[in-house]
Nanobody
Framework: QLQLVESGGGLVQPGGSLRLSCAASGFTLDYYAIGWFRQAPGKEREGVSC????????KYADSVKGRFTISRDNAKNTVYLQMNSLKPEDTAIYYC???????????????????WGQGTQVTVSS
C-alpha cells in the first residue's frame, strides 16, 4: 500500500528551526517529484516547495524562499523540509505529496498530485 508519512512538526519559537520528514512506503520515490504544502486555519492549502525526482531542481514559494530548504535521500525513500527563521505566519499543518511526474512544473497545483500524507502540525509562537 502506497503511503506518505510526515514527521518532525511541533511548537517552536519565532526565529527557530524545524526539519520535517516525509517517508514513503509501498513505492520508490526515485521517479517522482515531491511537494510540500501547508494549510493554516481558515486558509487554502498552498504549495510551499517542490523537489524533482533527481533532486536537481527545487522550487519555493516566495514566502519561504531563503528560509526553507527541501532535499531528498532516495536511498532512504525520504524527503526533508528544513525550515529556518520561522515566523508565526508559518503556523500550519504541513503535508507532503507525490506528483504524477518527475518534474516540479506547476507544483502549486494540487491536481498534479495523486498521493498525500496525513500532515504534521507546525506552530510558531512565543
Amino acid at each position: 500500500q502506497l503511503q506518505l508519512v510526515e514527521s518532525g512538526g511541533g511548537l517552536v519559537q519565532p526565529g527557530g528551526s524545524l526539519r520535517l520528514s516525509c517517508a514513503a512506503s509501498g513505492f520508490t520515490l526515485d521517479y517522482y517529484a515531491i511537494g510540500w504544502f501547508r494549510q493554516a486555519p481558515g486558509k487554502e492549502r498552498e504549495g510551499v516547495s517542490c523537489i524533482s525526482s533527481s533532486g536537481g531542481v527545487t522550487k519555493y514559494a516566495d514566502s519561504v524562499k531563503g528560509r526553507f530548504t527541501i532535499s531528498r535521500d532516495n536511498a532512504k525513500n525520504t524527503v526533508y523540509l528544513q525550515m529556518n527563521s520561522l515566523k508565526p505566519e508559518d503556523t500550519a499543518i504541513y503535508y507532503c505529496a507525490k506528483l504524477r511526474e518527475f518534474h516540479c512544473s506547476g507544483y502549486y497545483d494540487r491536481d498534479r498530485y495523486d498521493y498525500w500524507g496525513q500532515g504534521t502540525q507546525v506552530t510558531v509562537s512565543s
